[in-house]
């Protein structure tokens, strides 16, 4: 009974890598798929090469510090971002246009505006 | 009278005053109610609730009074019913209190995207917690240790000395609500600037109520201790004061460390 009960372990353990292994290919693949396919939900911008006529789609990357499915902070953060580095760098800044693009990737249309409004009111209440 | 009863237990007489707290809270609860809605003679209906609720009090705990130390009905026994229930009062208390922190740091630990996602948000300018919450903070403490110098003069039968620190201990906790009404007066902040004002004033206030509270329930003891109802073995309600006291001094603590101090930074 002991070396059946060593094998049923062994067989649970590989069960158990198999099934994280699973997960993490999973997961990959549906990486994969979100920038791949042209879906709404997941693009955000649309590059056309001048060379060849190909849709390249992004996103902003999966940021470690924001890994809930609520992406709220995210794109608040990447926005103060944004302005932040304008205000240092200057308007137009070729580094900052990093942010801008994650920013619009990632914060309904209704949030950016009504930030812009408040910015210019001089009553946007996040720390600039 | 105690003699005729074959057992140590208290039988109470029946009183009046149950029923007439009901009535005031009925009146407290509807007049509250009409007076935050439209409705005529809300305010009044609301006072004479809550002026009805505060003469009960006065008259039952009179009685309990009358019937425990004048007419010797409270045995070690029946002594134990006041005991325990101070204490589970208490322990209700502090539930009352976790709920004001926990809803503190519900929106200061992870501050929400429409206040800017800061702590404290932008515009408030916060009490410097060094100032008089500092000064604060070793009044409250000392005025806990009075309570126990109190304690212990009563426990080795010095009835003089016991209204002294019982004096001392009221001298510094009037001290204590002083500068707390002061700073409130002079806050740059009042309880409707956003989320930050209204747990402030709300866990603050609720806690400078119940040092009020606990303030009365010390001054009636020392009037107690100088007319001579507490004795070096029965002193169940000077020990409720002393627990009661105790427990708002720890919620001051709890309160200057999270809202005054870490709220602030």
């Keep these: 009974s002991l070396a059946s009960s060593a094998s049923s372990r062994r067989h649970r353990t590989g069960e158990k890598s198999w099934r994280f292994a699973n ?18 939900a997941f693009s955000s911008f649309v590059f056309r090469s001048a060379m060849e006529d190909e849709i390249e789609l992004k996103t902003a990357p999966a940021d470690f510090r924001f890994p809930t499915t609520n992406q709220t902070r995210h794109c608040f953060t990447r926005y103060i971002e944004f302005h932040r580095c ?17 920013y619009r990737a990632l914060c309904p249309g209704e949030w950016v505006d009504k930030w812009n409004e408040q910015r210019e009111t001089g009553t946007f209440p996040g720390p600039l | 009278m105690i003699e005729s009863q074959r057992h140590s237990y208290h039988l109470v007489d029946p009183s009046p005053w149950p029923i007439s707290g009901s009535l005031g809270a009925l009146a407290t609860t509807v007049g509250g109610v009409m ?47 006041p005991r325990y229930g101070s204490i589970l009062f208490i322990v209700s208390e502090v539930m009352f209190f976790f709920a004001f922190f926990w809803a503190s740091s519900h929106s200061s630990l992870a501050p929400a995207v429409e206040i ?20 604060n903070t070793p009044i ?42 002061m700073e409130y007066y002079q806050a740059p902040f009042t309880i409707s600037d956003s989320i930050y004002g209204s747990t402030f004033f709300l866990a603050t206030g609720f806690h400078g109520f119940h040092v009020i509270i606990g303030t009365l329930f010390l001054i009636i003891c020392g009037i107690r201790q100088y007319l001579g109802h507490l004795t070096k073995e029965h002193h169940v309600g000077f020990e409720a004061a002393a627990w009661y006291w105790h427990f708002v001094d720890v919620v001051w603590l709890f309160l200057f460390v999270s809202i005054y101090w870490w709220g602030g930074i």
Aim: charged share 15%; proline share 5%; with cysteine.
């Design chain 1, 86 to 102: 304008t205000t240092a760098k200057g308007e137009d800044s070729n580094e900052c246009e990093r942010f801008a693009k994650y």
């Design chain 2, 140 to 181: 409250l403490p000392s005025s806990g240790a009075a309570v126990t110098w109190a304690h212990h003069a009563i426990l080795a039968g010095k009835e003089k000395r016991a209204v002294y620190a019982l004096v001392a201990t009221v001298l510094l906790a009037l001290v204590f609500t002083g500068f707390q009404g």
């Design chain 1, 23 to 40: 997960f993490f290919i999973f997961n990959r693949l549906r990486l994969l798929l979100s920038l791949s396919l042209p879906n709404q």
């Design chain 2, 116 to 135: 800017g996602g800061i702590w404290p948000p932008k515009g408030i300018e916060v009490l410097d917690p060094w100032e008089i919450p500092f000064l």
């Design chain 2, 35 to 81: 007076y935050m809605h439209p409705f005529q003679g809300g305010a009044r209906l609301l006072s004479l609730g809550l002026i009805f609720i505060l003469y009960t009090m006065f008259v039952w705990w009179r009685d309990v009074l009358r019937e425990s130390t004048l007419e010797g009905h409270h045995t070690k026994v029946v002594q134990l019913g």
